[in-house]
C-alpha cells in the first residue's frame, strides 16, 4: 500500500494534485487506517495516471469524470469534441499571436492595419513623431466608432497623399515642429493657403457635403476636435482659416 507521496511519484504528479483530484472529486480519497494516515492501492495509481493523461491532453476537469466511466462509442464521440475544441483554441492563439506579432511596438497598439499603412506612409514623408501621435491616436478613436467605414476612410486618405498639396501640407508641419518661432507665422499661412485650396476644391467637387454621411456624430466630431485645441498651431491655423472664409477642423465648411 502506498501514502500519498509515492502515489503522487508513481503517477508522475504532484502531491497538491493529489488532494486536488481528491477535492473535485475526480479520484475517491481513501478511509484512514488506524494510524490516521491514508494508503493508497494500484488501482488508485492507474486511475490517477489516467485522470493525469486525460489533463495532460487537454480535457477540462469538468469531463475527466465523464470520460474514465464512459464506454468506447461514448469516449470516442468526446474525444473528437472535446479535439473540435482545442483546435479552435489553437486558431484563435495563433491570431493572436498574429496580432501580437503585427503590433511590433506600442506604435501601432489599438491602430487597425490599415491605419498603420497609411500611417507609415505619413512618416515616409517626414512627418515628425508628435504630429504622427496624434494622428495615430485619432485614427484610434475613429476606427472604434467607425469600424466598418475605416477602409473606406484610408483608401481617401491614401488618395490624398498623391495630392502633392497634401504632401507639402504635412511637410509643412514638419517644418513648423522643427523650425524657429520666427519662420512659424509665414510657415502657417501657407498652410491655410494649402488648406483653403483644398477646400475649394472639395467643395466644387461635393466632397464637402458628404462630411455628414460618413461621420454623422456631432458629439463624436466635437471630441476629435478636442485633441487639438490648446496647440499654438492648430490655434493660428483656424484663425486664418476663420480670416478666408472656412470654420471648423475635423468638419470643415465656409464660415
Do not use: C, N
Not at 506579432?101 to 501601432?108: K, M, R, V, Y
Not at 495615430?136 to 477602409?151: E, M, T, V
Not at 454623422?216 to 472664409?245: C, K, N, W
Request: without cysteine.
Amino acid at each position: 500500500m502506498l501514502t500519498i507521496g509515492q502515489l503522487a511519484s508513481y503517477a508522475g504528479v504532484t502531491i497538491r494534485t493529489v488532494r486536488h483530484y481528491h477535492q473535485v472529486g475526480l479520484l475517491p480519497e481513501p478511509e484512514r487506517d488506524r494510524s490516521g494516515y491514508r494508503s493508497y492501492d494500484a488501482a488508485a495509481v492507474v486511475r490517477l495516471i489516467r485522470i493525469r493523461t486525460l489533463a495532460d491532453a487537454g480535457v477540462p476537469l469538468a469531463r475527466v469524470q465523464e470520460l474514465l466511466d464512459a464506454d468506447i462509442d461514448t469516449f470516442g464521440v468526446a474525444v473528437e469534441e472535446i479535439d473540435r475544441r482545442l483546435r479552435a483554441e489553437i486558431r484563435e492563439l495563433q491570431q493572436h499571436r498574429k496580432r501580437i506579432a503585427q503590433l511590433g511596438s506600442g506604435d501601432t497598439l489599438a491602430v487597425p492595419e490599415e491605419v498603420a499603412g497609411y500611417l507609415a506612409l505619413v512618416r515616409a514623408i517626414g512627418v515628425p513623431e508628435e504630429m504622427l501621435e496624434a494622428e495615430r491616436d485619432a485614427w484610434i478613436l475613429i476606427a472604434a466608432r467607425y469600424p466598418d467605414q475605416i477602409g473606406a476612410f484610408m483608401a481617401d486618405k491614401r488618395a490624398q497623399l498623391e495630392d502633392p498639396r497634401t504632401v507639402r501640407f504635412y511637410q509643412l508641419i514638419g517644418e513648423l515642429l522643427r523650425g524657429s518661432d520666427t519662420e512659424g507665422e509665414r510657415l502657417v499661412h501657407e498652410m491655410a493657403d494649402l488648406l483653403v485650396e483644398l477646400f475649394e476644391e472639395a467643395a466644387a467637387t461635393g466632397q464637402l457635403e458628404q462630411q455628414d454621411l460618413t461621420m454623422d456624430d456631432s458629439a463624436f466630431i466635437q471630441l476629435l476636435d478636442s485633441m487639438a485645441e490648446g496647440h499654438p498651431m492648430v490655434t493660428r491655423l483656424r484663425e486664418l482659416l476663420a480670416e478666408r472664409g472656412w470654420a471648423g477642423w475635423t468638419r470643415v465648411e465656409r464660415a
